[in-house]
């Protein structure tokens, strides 16, 4: 049996993890992408917040005596997630991405739901109010995915059908 802390501190890790693959997963997207500015700056915008998000979980470890050390360990943890999630190489390799990120953002979304009811658990207030700044930011990313996923696919279907540069 675990306390709530340890709990806490636990999927504090994930969540750290979950944020360092979020990163690399968005970036390499950024990177590749040509054809969708817009797309691609609401990545760049995300990227930003993703390592604001990833220093807040660092600083809940910190106040729960958990810090940095044991953070470099389990950042390995999510890759085989996020490689499949990002190995997009792919011809609809746009439309792929945004599938992906819609459903990282969702898993982000849950993750924090789930940390904040822990932190609350545990009389851990601030903790809590971390959690729920990284959550606004995955629910906007997502509701912004959701809002622009017909009017990626539809170009890509257009620039396919014209015969440019669809993929990215
Ligand atoms: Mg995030
Ligand atoms: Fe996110």
């Given amino acids: 049996m675990a306390t709530p802390k340890e709990h806490l501190v636990a999927w504090l890790r994930d ?9 690399t997963m968005l970036s390499s997207q950024s990177r590749r992408l ?3 500015p817009e797309l691609k700056a609401r990545i760049d915008q995300h ?15 910190e106040r729960l005596d958990a810090g940095a050390s044991s953070i470099k360990d389990i950042s390995g ?6 490689q499949g999630l990002s190995g997009i190489f792919v011809e609809d390799e746009v439309v792929k991405g945004t599938l992906a990120g819609y459903t990282f953002e969702h898993m982000e979304i849950a993750s924090y739901k789930i940390l904040i009811t822990a ?3 545990a009389g ?8 729920q700044a990284n959550l606004a930011e995955e629910m906007a990313m997502a509701e912004w995915l ?6 990626t696919t539809r ?14």
Avoid at 15 to 23: F, G, R, S
Avoid at 77 to 82: I, R
Avoid at 146 to 151: F, I, N, R, V, Y
């Fill in 15 to 23: 969540a750290h993890a979950m944020e360092e693959q979020a990163e």
């Fill in 34 to 36: 040509q054809n969708y």
């Fill in 47 to 61: 990227i930003e917040e993703t390592r604001e998000q990833a220093r807040r979980i660092e600083t809940c470890l």
């Fill in 77 to 82: 943890k999510m890759v085989a997630l996020g």
């Fill in 119 to 121: 932190a609350e658990a």
């Fill in 124 to 131: 851990e207030a601030e903790i809590a109010a971390a959690c």
């Fill in 146 to 151: 959701d809002q622009h996923a017909a009017g």
């Fill in 155 to 168: 170009k890509f279907l257009n620039l396919d059908q014209a015969d440019q540069t669809a993929k990215r």
